[in-house]
């Protein structure tokens, strides 16, 4: 039986392998921050629309939102 002699990662392969996953993992904190985000102004937007139908269905008039 042949022994097969098989070396480990070199240094410029183990920092590459490192910098990489510092990269990934930023991304998907960034990926995670931005959903969170959209998430919230979709909620805080849609209960906007929502109280905008509401007041209109009572028969009150609201100034329109020009932001």
């Known amino acids: 039986m042949a ?3 098989v070396s480990l990662a070199s240094a410029t392969n183990t920092a590459f ?3 990489f996953g510092v990269f990934v993992a ?6 995670v921050i ?8 979709d909620v805080a ?3 906007a629309w929502r109280e905008r139908q509401e007041a ?3 028969g009150q008039q ?5 932001s």
């Not at 930023?26 to 990926?31: E, G, K, R, S, T």
């Not at 931005?34 to 102004?41: N, P």
């Not at 609201?62 to 020009?66: A, G, H, I, M, S």
């Open 26 to 31: 930023a991304m998907v904190v960034l990926i």
């Open 45 to 47: 937007g849609r209960r």
């Open 17 to 19: 392998y490192v910098i």
């Open 62 to 66: 609201l100034p329109e939102d020009r």
């Open 3 to 5: 022994l097969v002699h």
């Open 56 to 58: 209109r269905q009572a």
């Open 34 to 41: 931005i959903m969170v985000w959209a998430v919230r102004h």
